[in-house]
Structure formats: structure tokens, C-alpha cells
């Protein structure tokens, strides 16, 4: 079986046109930063949208939606440490220390705020940066992204997918690319370990995505959803968890319009309409 990471990885690689997101020299940059380099590409004007992937991914899980992005925003896609282009030599890894990167790298672009779009692990993350730095975080995107990792949060295939994955990693030699594969598979094993109280601290708009046939249980989602104060919450019928490449044509244009119209608090009267 799959594990979890390489399950994201051969869904995401894709090009769109002439354009190979994730391996394009003309827009790509590298950020010294925490002990390692990371890197991230630009695109479009306008107000900043930060862009970060799932696990075993890279910013080419982003094909088919930051061309759309890159009409209205300036779009940051970064690979997430020890993914991609964003080698990382050490043993240690944590979604904490993920979002603090990125925190350095929006100090590095001089940006105060901006919008964000997390897939799956890269939800986790933008969960985690709205919670550690949330000045940072101006309206957050989230799809597939869960808060603790058992089978409450994880279906058991996809959970089991994970576990059977590491424990084939750790059957191996252990080359440096073996250990970086271990060392992203055992993030999802044993984390995030967010509590709903960290939930209830966010302040930015949310819009809490997941498809209704999800490796995330829906009420998982729902739970999410209902434990940050200014949430929106969209369950994608006849979907799974790849809804930036599945869904690609709606996933855009839901967040964009997300993003465009201010929060409205849905109650009283307002639950009728």
C-alpha cells in the first residue's frame, strides 16, 4: 500500500503548458534560513497568497491551481522543509517547525499578512502558522488537513496506509534518501498535535474544505471547522482528497471568491437564508 506522502506525490506532479511549477528557474528563489534552504517561486501581482503542499509533495502539487491564482495574486509557492528543492539534512522534523519557516520566509519578502492555501499536511501547516504568528495570516484555505493523527482523524486505510509505509522505510538500507523518506512518513505517523483550544485562538477567516469520500473522516472536518470562531465549512460531494487537482475548476473559484467577499457571521435571521 501507499503510504500517505507518496500517495500526494504521484497525484501532484504535473506541469500546466510550458510551465513546470516546482522546477522553474525563472521564477524560482532560495531562502537560507533555520538551518536550511528553502525553497519557493513567484508568480502574478498583487496581494501576497502563500501556497503549501501536503506531504511528499512539492510546489508542482499546485499545477493546476496556481495559474488561476497568478491572474489576481502574487503567488508564493514554497517547498516545505525536506520536501522538494528544500533539502534538510537534520533527523528532526515537526509541522511547528514548518510554519515558523514560513513565517521567516513572508519576514524575508518584507509581507505582514497574506492569504493562504494548505493542502493536506500543508493545511496542518497553515492551521499552525494562523496559531503561532497569526498577524501573518489574512484569510486561510484549508482542505484535508487533520488535527491529531489516529483513526479518528485518519480513515484506518489511510492511517494503516501510513504505518505500514514506515515500517517498510525502516526495512531498508538507510540511505540519506531512505531517512528523508522515513523522516516525512513518520511526520504523519506521529503528528500534528493540535488541540481544539489552539483552535479556538485563530482569528483569521477560514474556509475549511473536504471532500465527502476524504481520507479524513468528515466529521473530522467538521469538527475543525466548528472549533474556529470565524469558519466557513465546504464538504465536496463525489470527492476525495485530492480536491485542488480533482475538483480543480471549483476549488479555484470557491476560494477566490472566498478570499474577494468579507466574513459574514451566519446566525439568527441570517440561518434562513
Avoid at 495559474?67 to 522534523?93: C, E, M, N, Q, W
Avoid at 495570516?137 to 483513526?151: E, F, H, R, S, Y
Wanted: charged content about 15%.
Amino acid at each position: 500500500m501507499l503510504s500517505f506522502g507518496m500517495f500526494l506525490l504521484a497525484q501532484g506532479q504535473a506541469s500546466h503548458g510550458a510551465v513546470h511549477y516546482g522546477n522553474n528557474p525563472a521564477a524560482g528563489h532560495y531562502l537560507p534560513t533555520r538551518g536550511i534552504r528553502l525553497y519557493y517561486e513567484q508568480y502574478g501581482s498583487g496581494a501576497p497568497l502563500l501556497f503549501i503542499h501536503g506531504n511528499g509533495g512539492d510546489i508542482g502539487s499546485f499545477s493546476n491551481n496556481i495559474p488561476h491564482f497568478a491572474k489576481y495574486y502574487r503567488v508564493i509557492a514554497v517547498d516545505s522543509r525536506a520536501h522538494g528543492h528544500s533539502t534538510d539534512p537534520s533527523d528532526s522534523l515537526s509541522f511547528e517547525m514548518m510554519a515558523d519557516d514560513f513565517n521567516a520566509l513572508l519576514d524575508s519578502l518584507h509581507l505582514d499578512s497574506c492569504y493562504v492555501i494548505g493542502w493536506s499536511d500543508g493545511g496542518i501547516n497553515g492551521l499552525l502558522l494562523a496559531i503561532r504568528h497569526p498577524d501573518k495570516v489574512k484569510k486561510l484555505a484549508i482542505t484535508g488537513a487533520n488535527l491529531w493523527p489516529d483513526t479518528t482523524a485518519l480513515t484506518p486505510y489511510c492511517y494503516n496506509g501510513i504505518k505500514e509505509g514506515s515500517a517498510a522505510l525502516r526495512r531498508q538500507p538507510q540511505t540519506p534518501s531512505i531517512k528523508n523518506q522515513l523522516k516525512i512518513s513518520d511526520l504523519d505517523l506521529y503528528q500534528p498535535n493540535m488541540t481544539l483550544d489552539q483552535l479556538h485562538t485563530i482569528q483569521c477567516p477560514t474556509l475549511v474544505i473536504g471532500g465527502d469520500h476524504e481520507l479524513i473522516p468528515v466529521r473530522h472536518t467538521v469538527l475543525i471547522a466548528e472549533n474556529i470562531p470565524k469558519s466557513y465549512l465546504w464538504i465536496i460531494p463525489n470527492s476525495g482528497h485530492s480536491t485542488p487537482i480533482a475538483k480543480k475548476d471549483l476549488f479555484n473559484t470557491q476560494i477566490r471568491t472566498f478570499f474577494q467577499k468579507p466574513y459574514r457571521k451566519i446566525e439568527g435571521s441570517d440561518t434562513g437564508n
